[in-house]
């Protein structure tokens, strides 16, 4: 499942994933299942028609990353895995941030967050320049929405079977409905 919520130069995308890292630090081996959460720049391209063609909207590279995971075998609810990525060099994201906050209680300190992109583009590297008023403006309104859709995503997952999902061949690979 993929959620996308599109401002003027930011969106934010929110989907399902599974998840087997094939080089685990240690306390964090096997499976783990969630939500991945990313902000990414949105290019708005030119008409291919007439005026009333649609236009091309591409969604670009990850800016900040927020994964609400939990190990397979752990307790549906602890966020035992959960964390987020500050910083992404191009494509790939920084190591892994843990956040007592965060664990705690996720969904609050994602919605703080969301409500504050200024703040994050600073935590991020990111220059402010990359994004407008109306996308600061339109994240700050929308963040509970996206907070909704993440709880109602989180519920979704933790109402599955936890084994992998089909097409998961090897335990190495991240399967994900889109990011």
């Not at 919605?111 to 996308?135: F, H, M, P």
């Not at 929308?142 to 936890?162: F, H, K, Q, W």
């Amino acid at each position: 499942m993929l959620y996308l919520f599109g401002f003027e130069r930011i969106g934010v995308a929110v989907s399902d994933i599974y998840f087997v890292d094939p080089a685990p630090m240690p306390g964090q081996e096997g499976a783990e299942r969630g939500v991945r959460l990313e902000l990414r720049k949105l290019e708005q391209g030119d008409l291919k028609g007439s005026i009333y063609s649609a236009r091309p909207i591409t969604v670009e590279r990850p800016l900040w990353r927020v994964d609400l995971l939990e190990s397979v075998e752990g307790t549906p609810g602890s966020f035992d895995r959960t964390h987020h990525h500050p910083g992404m060099r191009g494509w790939e994201p920084g190591r892994r941030t843990f956040d007592e906050r965060l664990s705690k209680d996720p969904l609050a300190w994602l919605g703080e967050r969301l409500a504050d992109l200024e703040g994050v583009l600073d935590e991020a590297g990111v220059g402010r320049e990359e994004v407008t008023q109306e996308d600061v403006s339109g994240l700050r309104e929308r963040a509970p929405e996206i907070v909704e859709t993440v709880s109602r995503l989180l519920e979704r997952i933790r109402a599955t079977d936890p084994a992998p999902p089909a097409g998961a061949e090897s335990a190495d690979s991240v399967r994900a409905s889109w990011l």
